[in-house]
């Protein structure tokens, strides 16, 4: 059984950062990626950063390229959140999947994901 669980989530102001951790346990497989996605309220929950843990590859989402980057360390993936925009705010989680769910046209997320953790940008 694989377990995510995140941390960092927080309240900032426009144009402020925030880094989201999310450690994994359990058997997570080298097939497997990490990923972050996002829901804000009356939305579908939506795609923002995945990696490939096998050979490094990311990919974002076209909203926050060249503001967020996604990086990972053992089992833990991080989320660096620079610039944000009111249009940010949602919780966000991690989430585990197959390689080739992330290399989809649009990632899909995998069966494991963590709690989530709000972020709220507002001034």
């Known amino acids: 059984q694989v ?3 995140e941390s960092g989530g927080g ?3 426009p144009g402020g950062s925030l880094r989201l951790s999310c450690v994994a346990s359990g058997r997570l497989y080298s097939s ?9 309220p009356g939305k579908d929950r939506e795609w923002v950063a995945v990696m490939n843990r096998s050979v490094g590859s990311k990919r974002y989402a076209d909203p926050v ?3 967020f980057t ?5 089992t833990r993936v991080y989320l660096d959140m620079n610039d944000l925009k009111p249009e940010d ?3 966000y989680y991690c989430n585990a999947a ?3 769910y992330y290399q989809e046209n649009t990632p899909r997320s995998g069966p494991h994901w963590g709690q ?6 507002s001034s």
């Open 3 to 5: 377990q995510l669980v």
């Open 32 to 40: 497997y990626g990490m990923g972050w996605f996002r829901q804000s």
């Open 70 to 74: 996604i990086s990972r360390e053992n």
């Open 65 to 67: 390229k060249g503001r």
């Open 98 to 100: 197959p390689n080739t």
């Open 116 to 121: 989530g953790t709000q972020v709220t940008v």
């Open 11 to 13: 309240a900032v102001q």
């Open 89 to 91: 705010s949602a919780i």
